[in-house]
């Protein structure tokens, strides 16, 4: 079992910046590949990006492709989504999920956060 939490999530101004963490805790959770989700209100969840469990390997949804980046430090159980330039388009909760694989896709992630909320006010 993993547990997940996120924080750092709040009201910043377009333009500007925000780190989002997600700290996890559980048996071996550095064992896992780590994505970050987004859902805005009346949307499906958007994959964001998502880490390898070493962390060698990344990958970026289009809309988020150069402006953020994901990291992880296993020592500290953390993965880290670096959010540049952000645009009004960007507010959502952002949740981060573990899984066994390396992917893109919601259902192949088996543990989840309850989520932090991203204002971008234009």
């Known amino acids: 079992q993993v547990q997940l939490v996120e924080s750092g999530g709040g009201l910043v101004q377009a333009g500007g910046s925000l780190r989002v963490s997600c700290a996890a805790s559980?048996?071996?959770?550095?064992?896992?590949?780590m994505g970050w989700f987004r859902q805005a209100p009346g949307k499906e969840r958007e994959f964001v990006a998502a880490?390898?469990?070493?962390?060698?390997?990344?990958y970026y949804g289009a809309s988020v492709k150069g402006r953020f980046t994901i990291s992880r430090d296993n020592a500290k159980d953390t993965v880290y989504l670096q959010m540049n330039s952000l645009k009004p388009e960007d507010t959502a909760v952002y949740y981060c999920a573990a899984g066994m694989l390396f992917t893109t896709t919601t259902r192949n992630y088996d543990y989840w956060g309850q989520g932090t909320q991203v204002t971008v006010s234009s």
């Open positions: 559980g048996r071996t959770s550095s064992r896992y590949a």
């Open positions: 880490i390898s469990a070493s962390g060698g390997d990344t």
